[in-house]
């Protein structure tokens, strides 16, 4: 049996690869004082067609449940945050820091950076709309990104704002009800073939040339971003972030700020995006609750891509991953009569928190040591003839001493 297209398994070492990513996004958004919230993995369609749009419908996992029910599983969380804030508004003080990270499905074609199972970091700021919050949500996804060993020689976060392009292209006489098609030709700019590009603009009467004039003009933009700028640059982290109007973003709910990043080599797909949505919530509560939003997702498949590749984050990982080994203290049977004694000892470290493994069968001492050495144990604890004395080998070091059992757990941390 195959595993389906762009699904993952994830053996041990995966999921330690996978841990380390959560850890370092969980440790950053809570230093910027966000907490952790999750809604359910299957939504009505709906809540997609509507709210998400342009490529995304295309893309959903979807089927009719067993009550008949059109449902799809989520290939995004914003609809779902802003139905579920706009429920329970009242309930929170605002401005809202909410943060999640769970798993996401997207039928696309698996691709490299791109799966069809994937886990999305959601950082959403709601109920404020000033520049301090846009700032304040730039600034933590540059330090997400930094908390992996990234610099500014490694990442950029391309800036623009979607009221810029609406203006330019209603300017030109693009209907309403088509500026989102407009905007998703806009989108595909680098990756499509420029021929395309000019046909389909030429359904909205815009010449390549006018568009690409206006991207190549970013300074009027600059001065409407300037509050965002200063604010970072006060942070010292403005050398991580440009304005770019060739991003504009897919979704449909984006009204202002849209920002996506890319690696600076320029081989990957985008690492995260994100952007203002001030009138979802509104839309979602049927008029009863205006509040100003934004956020970003930050997928675990280009990053992960990065921090492989990239020397300094590849170092942090290592290290994190070796801090993590599976056994710290290994209990080596020295003699199969000593058995129960050992058990003692194992018990007595586990409940004292180490984390401590054994030989389950009677086995060579030399073999014993092994298994230590491949589980990365800092110490071997050997039970044998000198009973109720135990010896402490610390691995590394080859050093050794010894010690009353019961006073291995205070032993140890010394
Ligand atoms: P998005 O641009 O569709 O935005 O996705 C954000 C990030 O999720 C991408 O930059 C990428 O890292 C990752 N991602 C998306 N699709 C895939 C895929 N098929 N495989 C692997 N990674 C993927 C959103 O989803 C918005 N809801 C983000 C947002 C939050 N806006 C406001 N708040």
């Known amino acids: 049996m195959q595993l389906l297209p762009g699904f993952r398994d994830f053996y041990p070492e995966d999921c330690a690869r996978r841990n380390y990513i959560l850890s370092v996004w969980r440790n950053v958004a809570s230093r910027y004082g966000f907490v952790e919230y999750d809604g359910p993995v299957l939504e009505p369609i709906e809540?997609?067609?509507?709210?998400?749009?342009?490529?995304l419908v295309g893309q959903l996992f979807d089927f009719v449940d067993k009550g008949e029910r059109h449902v799809a599983l989520r290939p995004e969380m914003t609809p779902s945050?802003?139905?579920?804030?706009?429920?329970?508004e009242r309930d929170y003080k605002k401005p809202l820091k909410w943060f999640c990270a769970p798993s996401?499905?997207?039928?696309?074609?698996?691709?490299?950076?791109?799966?069809?199972?994937?886990?999305?970091?959601?950082?959403?700021i709601l109920g404020d709309a000033t520049p301090a919050a846009d700032a304040e949500l730039l600034a933590l996804l540059?330090?997400?990104?930094?908390?992996?060993?990234?610099?500014?020689?490694?990442?950029?976060?391309?800036?623009?704002?979607?009221?810029?392009w609406m203006q330019f292209a209603?300017?030109?006489?693009?209907?309403?009800?088509?500026?989102?098609?407009?905007?998703?030709?806009?989108?595909?700019?680098?990756?499509?073939?420029?021929?395309?590009?000019?046909?389909?603009?030429?359904?909205?009467?815009?010449?390549?040339?006018?568009?690409?004039?206006?991207?190549?003009?970013?300074?009027?933009?600059?001065?409407?971003?300037?509050?965002?700028?200063?604010?970072?640059?006060?942070r010292g982290l403005d050398q991580f972030v440009t304005v770019d109007l060739t991003i504009v973003r897919g979704l449909a709910y984006y009204t202002g700020l849209v920002f996506e990043v890319f690696d600076r080599g320029g081989k990957e797909?985008?690492?995260?995006?994100?952007?203002?949505?001030?009138?979802?919530?509104?839309?979602?509560?049927?008029?009863?609750?205006?509040?100003?939003?934004?956020?970003?997702?930050?997928?675990?498949?280009?990053?992960?891509?990065?921090?492989?590749?990239?020397?300094?984050?590849?170092?942090r990982r290592a290290e994190w991953l070796a801090a993590r080994r599976?056994?710290?203290?290994?209990?080596?049977?020295?003699?199969?009569?000593?058995?129960?004694?050992a058990l003692q000892v194992l018990q007595l470290l586990r409940e004292a928190g180490w984390r401590t493994d054994y030989a389950m069968g009677?086995?060579?001492?030399?073999?014993?040591?092994?298994?230590?050495?491949?589980?990365?144990?800092?110490?071997?604890?050997?039970?044998?003839?000198?009973?109720?004395?135990?010896?402490?080998?610390?691995?590394?070091?080859?050093?050794?001493?010894?010690c009353q059992w019961q006073d291995l757990p205070a032993f140890l941390k010394k």
């Open 170 to 234: 209603s300017g030109r006489g693009v209907e309403e009800a088509r500026l989102l098609d407009f905007l998703g030709v806009v989108d595909k700019l680098e990756r499509a073939p420029e021929a395309e590009s000019r046909r389909k603009l030429e359904e909205f009467g815009i010449p390549l040339e006018a568009v690409r004039a206006f991207i190549a003009h970013p300074e009027a933009e600059a001065g409407k971003l300037h509050g965002i700028l200063a604010d970072l640059k006060a």
């Open 104 to 124: 996401f499905f997207r039928y696309e074609k698996q691709q490299r950076g791109r799966l069809r199972e994937f886990l999305q970091l959601n950082c959403d």
């Open 47 to 55: 809540l997609y067609r509507k709210k998400s749009g342009g490529e």
């Open 142 to 164: 540059i330090d997400i990104l930094r908390g992996f060993g990234l610099g500014p020689e490694d990442f950029v976060v391309r800036l623009s704002d979607r009221d810029a």
């Open 326 to 341: 599976s056994a710290e203290v290994y209990i080596v049977v020295a003699e199969e009569s000593k058995r129960a004694e």
């Open 81 to 88: 945050l802003a139905r579920m804030v706009a429920a329970r």
């Open 362 to 402: 009677a086995a060579k001492v030399g073999k014993q040591f092994q298994a230590a050495e491949v589980l990365g144990a800092k110490f071997a604890v050997v039970v044998g003839a000198e009973w109720p004395e135990v010896k402490v080998k610390q691995l590394a070091l080859r050093s050794e001493a010894s």
């Open 269 to 315: 797909r985008a690492l995260a995006g994100g952007g203002r949505y001030d009138a979802l919530l509104e839309v979602m509560s049927d008029g009863k609750v205006r509040m100003p939003a934004l956020g970003f997702g930050m997928g675990d498949v280009v990053l992960a891509n990065l921090v492989e590749e990239v020397p300094s984050a590849a170092q």
